[in-house]
């Protein structure tokens, strides 16, 4: 392992980053979820859209996060061509996803890019989760026991303290 996989940082660490940097989210806390379609009835009474986030890879390794409002249907064919992909994309390994993001599969999340401070996950985000399609997003804050509202500008302003620079795409 390398250093990026030691001390990542976790839940409280996170919301400790969150006052840092001036950003305020909206927590609402539910059993542990591993779908989608098991947080959608903890969080569908909220405003906003909940995110589906994918954490993939391609043939030669190259890693992705793809973020899309949770209504989103997409073909991982589909988006290795628009992005490039290498052989298509595939799921990765948990072991990959705490290595990297040091959160556990069913807590994929954005946030999680706190932890990839060598920048090897390339963030792929559907576009209207950062424009004013939505009101609110909903993101795990590194747990799936939990769904986190925040705006799309404070969005950006978390994805941009990371040094990540997402690449946007219409789906």
Known sequence: MDDNSINHIDRKGLETKFR??????????HPEVYTVEQALPHISHLEGVFAKNLFLKDKKKKLYLFCAPHN????????????GATGGLRFADENILQEKL??????????????????DVKLIMDRRLTD???SELYFHPMVNSASCGITPTDLIKFVEHTGHEPLLVDI
């Not at 840092?20 to 806390?29: A, D, F, P, S, W």
């Not at 991982?76 to 061509?81: E, H």
């Open 72 to 83: 989103v249907d997409i073909k991982l064919s589909d988006l290795a061509k628009l992005v």
């Open 102 to 119: 040091g959160i556990k599969q069913g807590s994929v999340t954005v946030f999680g890019l706190i932890n990839d401070t060598n920048h």
């Open 20 to 29: 840092e940097l001036g950003i305020t989210v909206k927590t609402t806390e």
């Open 132 to 134: 004013d399609t939505y």
